[in-house]
């Protein structure tokens, strides 16, 4: 599986994030967008896999290799 950017993953991750802790100001086709992208980046289908995975890949030890294994299809 090709893996993102990490520039790229850390932009949508931070971008995720940032949105989802205000949904009320936030559109929500936007939230779901990212959720989306997150998912397709990570080889996963639920946004929460999808965000511990891109957090494992975007480790500096990269010791966390279970998270980072994407869900069977």
Do not use: N
Not at 6 to 18: C, F, G, H, Q
Not at 41 to 57: C, I, N, P
Request: hydrophobic share 40%; proline share 8%; with cysteine.
């Amino acid at each position: 599986m090709l893996k993102p950017h990490p520039t790229e993953l850390r932009r949508l991750v931070e971008e995720y994030e940032a949105l989802s802790a205000s949904p009320a100001t936030a559109p929500e086709s936007r939230i779901a967008d990212l959720a989306y992208t997150l998912c397709v980046s990570t080889g996963t289908r639920d946004v929460g896999r999808a965000l511990a995975t891109a957090r494992a890949w975007l480790a500096p030890d990269g010791r966390d290799t279970a998270a980072a294994e994407p869900a069977a299809v």
